[in-house]
């Protein structure tokens, strides 16, 4: 495997280095910018090896006693599936979003940012200073939901995420995507794995499943059944898998675990928390996190 990689995309900062693929870009004075990237760039050399370090532990469940781990991002992961242990749930549920946060993090460290955002595939962790505001691409919405939200400083969130069963992650549930935003990447990508999880159909004909371990055989869900195909479903049985979610959802929310979930599957959808997420296309933006 290459060592960690770095260059420019026009006016974003890429980083690579085997799993991790993150688009990064900061606002404000040139001279901080500049900075801060540099920043992230030396914090991002050791990430993947930290977390190799620590990755069988990482694979296992969490309860809700968190353990200790001695990586930044690692800690981020095991603090963002604690408070979810009482479903199965390892701290894996929340690397992308940890990562995302932990660079952030760096960029921002003695640095003047008016905004930037980390994105990590699509999990994003992300700054606004006071009285900025930034707006977020969500994809493969429609049915009257925004494919666009604007969130501003005094919202209080940190991190958007995503996930379903034809994301790059695998999941116990049928949802085409579950789109979630909370205080920190981590929190985000926790939350939106369990939603996600929550959107199905147990033992329904039309879905294919199988064991992780048979598509991955290192994956930290072992034996447990992953969804692989999803045919045709009624629309009251896609209305059935989606109020699961959004039982989970609204849960989450009311114990301030998230700010707003969306939750997509087979032409319906369902929202939690925000009208953000509802509302027309009102405010033209940069596309930060593609869902």
Request: glycine letters at 10%.
């Amino acid at each position: 495997m290459n060592g960690p990689q770095a260059h420019w995309l026009e006016r974003r900062l890429h980083l690579n280095h085997g799993p991790i693929d993150l688009i990064i870009e900061a606002f404000g004075d040139a001279g901080e910018c500049r900075a801060a990237y540099g920043q992230a760039v030396t914090r991002f050399q050791t990430i993947l090896a930290e977390l190799v370090d620590e990755l069988p532990d990482l694979r296992t469940p969490a309860s809700l006693d968190p353990r200790a781990f001695a990586s930044p991002t690692a800690q981020r992961m095991e603090a963002a599936v604690s408070p979810l242990a009482e479903s199965f749930i390892t701290p894996m549920a929340a690397v992308a979003g940890s990562v995302a946060d932990e660079i952030l993090a760096a960029l921002l460290t003695g640095r003047k940012l008016d905004r930037a955002y980390v994105n990590n595939g699509g999990d994003s962790a992300i700054h606004l200073g006071p009285g900025q505001s930034m707006t977020l691409a969500i994809a493969g919405t429609g049915h009257d939901l925004a494919d666009r939200i604007t969130i501003r400083a005094e919202d209080g969130i940190g991190g958007v995420a995503t996930s379903g069963w034809r994301g790059r992650s695998f999941s116990l549930g049928i949802a085409d995507a579950v789109t979630v935003l909370a205080r920190t990447g981590a929190d985000a990508d926790a939350a939106a794995t369990l939603i996600a999880n929550a959107v199905d159909l147990p033992c329904h004909p039309a879905i294919g499943r199988v064991p992780a371990r048979d598509l991955a055989p290192d994956s930290d869900l072992g034996d447990r059944l992953v969804t692989t195909a999803v045919g045709p479903l009624s629309p009251a049985e896609i209305a059935v898998a989606l109020d699961s979610g959004l039982a989970v959802a609204d849960d989450f929310r009311r114990n301030g675990l998230i700010a707003a979930a969306a939750l997509f599957l087979a032409g319906q959808a369902r929202v939690s928390g925000s009208t953000a997420l509802a509302a027309p296309n009102e405010i033209p933006g940069k596309e930060v996190a593609h869902a």
